[in-house]
């Protein structure tokens, strides 16, 4: 099957590395300006980190690799993401930076009134390398799953992406995902270079329409494909189109296949691309067709925009196999609320 990673002989074999920077997140008791909201809930937020809880909530060994600082907020991180049942054996503290957290508004992101205040430069995240990253562990798994967030965080993460994605004699799927976020690159230009060239080293790329015409002014599925020639799979979200994948075995030629998005009663909108990313890997590790590792990517975007926060427990597996293997028109009926996740019955077609 396209783009599935290796199995090995043992059943120990790690099936997932993360690696990139996890924050402690405050979120608002209410809508409204950060300058107005009286107080803040304590969770965690990285889009690596989620991707690891959610595929360890899902039946999957995931691990997590990083650096948080020698503090409350780094013991808090490495607890709250362990809980999940991920393997943090391999996240350092360092003694003289400390873990990144930041504030966000309750809106959604891609809305003008949206705001999030990061404290997150000079953090222990950040000072990522090769030299303090041995590659051993990021590479120890049958998939390595990276994201353009932690390029932007310095020039030594930088580096260690790039020696990651690098090609090499027995080197794990590296699924990339583009995760534009122009805040982060504030000061620099080259940040669509460098998006472009990560991705383009990598087996299995996800980005978005949206972010593949902000960061390289490429706009359509065909286009961004034609902009990376060389991952094995591509997929294109497209919002509430659905997502276009592309696909690569042993023909040249590609196959594209396009998956319309579940209609969803959203509680909260953010943490689905993350989420997607994992129900797509999930399925991807099982080996099933492109259309249903696209169809367990929504359904497990779905399980997070039902719920308030970033991460939330999946659809059993077998409840989630069954909606995925619905005929197009049955698909196309769903409509997801919140709750759904661990009760048939929520599951409506209209």
Same mark, same amino acid.
């Given at each position: 099957?396209?783009?599935?990673?290796?199995?090995?002989?043992?059943?120990?074999?790690?099936?997932?590395?993360?690696?990139?920077?996890?924050?402690?997140?405050?979120?608002?008791?209410?809508?409204?300006?950060?300058?107005?909201?009286?107080?803040?809930?304590?969770?965690?937020?990285?889009?690596?980190?989620?991707?690891?809880?959610?595929?360890?909530?899902?039946?999957?060994?995931?691990?997590?690799?990083?650096?948080?600082?020698?503090?409350?907020?780094?013991?808090?991180?490495?607890?709250?993401?362990?809980?999940?049942?991920?393997?943090?054996?391999?996240?350092?503290?360092?003694?003289?930076?400390?873990?990144?957290?930041?504030?966000?508004?309750?809106?959604?992101?891609?809305?003008?009134?949206?705001?999030?205040?990061?404290?997150?430069?000079?953090?222990?995240?950040?000072?990522?390398?090769?030299?303090?990253?041995?590659?051993?562990?990021?590479?120890?798994?049958?998939?390595?799953?990276?994201?353009?967030?932690?390029?932007?965080?310095?020039?030594?993460?930088?580096?260690?992406?790039?020696?990651?994605?690098?090609?090499?004699?027995?080197?794990?799927?590296?699924?990339?995902?583009?995760?534009?976020?122009?805040?982060?690159?504030?000061?620099?230009?080259?940040?669509?270079?460098?998006?472009?060239?990560?991705?383009?080293?990598?087996?299995?790329?996800?980005?978005?329409?949206?972010?593949?015409?902000?960061?390289?002014?490429?706009?359509?599925?065909?286009?961004?494909?034609? @902009? &990376?020639?060389?991952?094995? %799979?591509?997929? *294109?979200?497209? $919002?509430?189109?659905? =997502?276009?994948? +592309?696909?690569?075995? !042993?023909?040249?030629?590609?196959?594209?296949?396009?998956?319309? @998005? &579940?209609?969803?009663?959203? %509680?909260?909108? *953010?943490?689905? $691309?993350?989420?997607? =990313?994992?129900? +797509?890997?999930?399925? !991807?590790?099982?080996?099933?067709?492109?259309?249903?590792?696209?169809?367990?990517?929504?359904?497990?975007?779905?399980? *997070?925009?039902?719920?308030?926060?970033?991460?939330?427990?999946?659809?059993?597996?077998?409840?989630?196999?069954?909606?995925?293997?619905?005929?197009?028109?049955?698909?196309?009926?769903?409509?997801?609320?919140?709750?759904?996740?661990?009760?048939?019955?929520?599951?409506?077609?209209?």
């Amino acid at each position: 099957m396209t783009g599935t990673p290796a199995r090995t002989d043992t059943d120990a074999t790690t099936d997932v590395v993360c690696l990139g920077e996890s924050m402690v997140t405050f979120l608002p008791s209410r809508p409204g300006r950060l300058a107005d909201v009286p107080s803040f809930g304590r969770g965690i937020g990285g889009a690596e980190s989620n991707v690891a809880c959610a595929l360890a909530a899902a039946g999957h060994r995931a691990a997590w690799v990083s650096r948080v600082g020698a503090d409350g907020f780094g013991d808090h991180l490495v607890d709250a993401i362990s809980a999940y049942g991920v393997d943090t054996s391999a996240v350092r503290r360092d003694p003289a930076r400390p873990t990144g957290i930041y504030f966000r508004t309750a809106t959604d992101r891609a809305t003008d009134v949206h705001e999030v205040a990061y404290y997150r430069a000079g953090s222990a995240a950040s000072a990522m390398s090769p030299a303090n990253v041995p590659c051993e562990a990021p590479l120890a798994g049958r998939v390595l799953h990276l994201s353009g967030i932690t390029a932007a965080l310095s020039a030594d993460c930088l580096a260690l992406l790039r020696e990651l994605t690098a090609p090499r004699p027995g080197r794990p799927l590296v699924s990339f995902d583009v995760n534009h976020r122009p805040g982060l690159w504030r000061g620099s230009d080259a940040s669509p270079a460098v998006l472009l060239d990560l991705a383009r080293g990598a087996d299995l790329v996800f980005v978005g329409e949206d972010e593949a015409e902000e960061a390289w002014g490429i706009v359509g599925a065909e286009a961004i494909r034609a @902009a &990376l020639p060389e991952p094995a %799979v591509v997929v *294109v979200k497209r $919002g509430a189109e659905g =997502a276009t994948v +592309f696909s690569r075995g !042993t023909d040249p030629a590609d196959t594209v296949t396009d998956v319309p @998005a &579940l209609r969803v009663d959203v %509680v909260a909108p *953010v943490g689905a $691309g993350d989420a997607f =990313a994992a129900g +797509f890997l999930s399925a !991807t590790l099982r080996g099933l067709p492109v259309r249903d590792r696209a169809r367990h990517g929504h359904l497990m975007a779905a399980a *997070v925009l039902t719920v308030p926060g970033d991460l939330t427990d999946p659809p059993a597996r077998d409840h989630a196999d069954r909606l995925a293997a619905l005929a197009d028109a049955d698909w196309g009926r769903l409509r997801l609320g919140p709750g759904w996740t661990g009760d048939d019955t929520e599951v409506r077609e209209t």
